[in-house]
């Protein structure tokens, strides 16, 4: 067992770089331009990430036709 090497944590002091999407991306050498009567397909996104617009309008209240005797008959009560 003194054969196996020991895992030694990384000092305080070191720094971790994690690689970032720039370092990933293919280089300006590596990818061809579109041509004029080329377009590349937009990917669905997942459902979801996917967002419909929903706009409910509420149903208008009915209100009541009266005719003008009940309109002079209202306006009689009221005075």
């Known amino acids: 067992e003194a054969d196996e090497e020991e895992e030694h944590p990384a000092p305080v002091d070191s720094v971790v ?3 970032t999407a720039a370092d990933q991306a293919p280089s300006t050498e ?3 331009p ?3 009567d080329e377009s590349a397909a ?3 996104p997942h459902p979801a990430y996917r967002m419909t ?3 409910s309008i ?3 209240v009915p209100v009541p036709a ?3 005797s009940e ?3 209202l306006l009689a009560m009221s005075s």
Do not use: G, L, Y
Request: aromatic share 8%; hydrophobic share 40%; charged share 25%.
């Open 34 to 36: 579109f041509k004029t």
């Open 17 to 19: 770089v994690a690689s």
């Open 30 to 32: 590596e990818t061809e």
């Open 71 to 73: 309109v002079v008959r």
């Open 66 to 68: 009266w005719s003008d």
């Open 58 to 60: 509420p149903a208008p």
């Open 42 to 44: 937009t990917p669905v």
């Open 53 to 55: 617009a929903r706009i």
